[in-house]
């Protein structure tokens, strides 16, 4: 009979395991720790140079205004003309169109302290007043300490449309207030400034005042209207405010933002830009592209692992359960096999017989023919024993020169008769060995297991009856005549 022992060891499992939690926490180390220095470097390097640059593309495209408003506050024909009580009009009408000409302004603008007239580049719109709210800017710019202001509000020409204007303060050589002068840009111009930005930065760029207030934003803004009230950003908000500028970072919403701050003091106003800390697509991909070769190197080094261990685990067990030199089972196989046998016919109480077979005067043999001549003749005689066994039975290796037999399904009777065949073809088969005059033969003990005995017991009973075989001048098959009062 052949038997297979299948041993599953967890050695692959723990393998796999071990490859698998090895190559996922490299990966993700690697991806925790690019995404990381990638962050880290937007937060010291990209973000500051974001800044700065936007920064002086504010200077050079809001600041232009400001330094216009500037000169024409200090414009010798503007104080000699209002010196002169504001005569001949049109001179400054023409004055505010060759500036809004020039500077390529939306507007331009003077408020006279002495007469309220409101002057624009097509004539005197209408005259300020404290008790209409839209001259409000007008006098607020009046009062306040600073030379210049600047302020989103309704163009008073056209209704329609909300423009940034510079207001600046007019005064004589004495310091008295003469009114204002300034220009306006058209609002969506300078969102369109700052949709650049963000487009070519990838930032969020906005403007704040002192107060938090957002002054200025593009059209893709998603934040609340002041930064005072903005989760997370607010527990930050004085600390922005109160510096000239600065990194910072807060969480919302289990985000985390960067954030880079700058004051203009020409506009009076903090510039922001923001930055949402994210997984860039690039490395995002590589950590999936390092995730698949894992798994499959995974894969492979396991088939690679399956098909090698396989081998050299079939081969162990081979070589564990099988005698090398007669293909039998091996006597730490067979004496599994025997308490399993023993243990399945006391269940279903069925008979089991054990035969014992010993090769009478071996010993001369291999002492007058050499080790290869007895080897011969043991496989030879493995042969013959296999071939007069059923399927079911087990043929082991014992000894030297003894093989033991397990016949289930097989009582006493029926294992003599089995011994006694194997016992005439060992004797007629050998008579010689590689012509060498042998005359080979062997001695059989036959024994029937008995409900409860232990296979010590039966071994015992089956070698007695090997014994008086052997007694007999060889050659024998002999049976055991008791039955065992031992039980386990």
């Excluded at 098909?307 to 599994?336: C, H, I, K, V, W």
């Amino acid at each position: 009979m052949k038997q297979t022992f299948k041993r599953k060891p967890p050695f692959i499992l723990i393998s796999s395991c071990l490859l698998i939690i090895a190559f996922t926490a490299i990966s993700l180390i690697s991806y925790y720790v690019a995404n990381r220095s990638l962050n880290q470097h937007i937060k010291t390097n990209t973000l500051p140079l974001t800044s700065d640059n936007i920064y002086s593309e504010v200077q050079r495209d809001l600041l232009q205004p400001i330094l216009v408003s500037s000169l024409m506050a200090q414009d010798t024909f503007v104080h000699n003309w209002i010196d002169t009580g504001e005569q001949q009009p049109e001179q400054m009408y023409r004055y505010l169109k060759s500036i809004q000409d020039r500077y390529n302004a939306i507007t331009t603008f003077f408020v006279s302290e002495q007469t309220s007239n409101y002057y624009h580049s097509s004539g005197i719109i209408k005259q300020v007043s404290a008790e209409d709210p839209a001259d409000n800017w007008y006098f607020t710019t009046r009062n306040l300490e600073v030379e210049f202001d600047i302020n989103l509000d309704l163009d008073t020409v056209d209704s329609s449309s909300t423009n940034l204007f510079v207001n600046h303060k007019v005064k004589d050589q004495q310091g008295n207030f003469l009114g204002i002068i300034g220009v306006g840009l058209a609002s969506h111009t300078l969102k369109e400034l700052i949709e650049d930005y963000q487009q070519r930065f990838g930032r969020q760029v906005y403007f704040i005042d002192r107060l938090g207030k957002v002054a200025l934003q593009g059209s893709k803004y998603n934040g609340t209207e002041n930064i005072h009230q903005a989760e997370g950003l607010r527990d930050i908000a004085s600390v922005i405010l109160t510096t000239r500028g600065g990194s910072f970072s807060y969480s919302s919403n289990n985000q985390q933002y960067l954030i880079k701050s700058r004051f203009i003091p020409e506009l009076d106003w903090y510039l922001i830009v923001e930055h949402k800390e994210h997984s860039e697509v690039l490395i995002t991909k590589t950590l999936w592209v390092n995730l698949s070769i894992s798994l499959l190197v995974t894969l492979l080094v396991l088939l690679l692992l399956y098909y090698t261990l396989g081998g050299y685990q079939r081969r162990l067990e081979y070589m564990a359960n099988t005698d090398p030199l007669t293909g039998t089972a091996s006597r730490y196989a067979f004496e599994s096999i025997f308490e399993q046998i023993l243990s399945f016919a006391q269940r279903e109480q069925h008979p089991v017989s054990t035969i014992l077979v010993d090769i009478d005067h071996f010993k001369k043999v291999n002492d007058n023919h050499g080790h290869l001549v007895g080897d011969k003749v043991l496989s030879r005689i493995a042969n013959i024993l296999t071939d007069n066994l059923r399927q079911s039975d087990t043929l082991c290796r014992w000894g030297g020169d003894e093989f033991l037999i397990v016949l289930p399904h097989c009582n006493q009777a029926e294992a003599r008769q089995v011994a006694e065949k194997m016992r005439q073809q060992i004797e007629n088969s050998l008579p010689s060995v590689d012509n060498l005059n042998l005359k080979i033969t062997a001695s059989f003990g036959v024994a029937e297991y008995s409900n409860n005995e232990s296979s010590a017991n039966l071994f015992s009973r089956t070698d007695k009856a090997l014994y008086r075989a052997k007694a007999k001048s060889r050659n024998q098959v002999e049976c055991t005549t008791n039955i065992p009062t031992e039980t386990v």
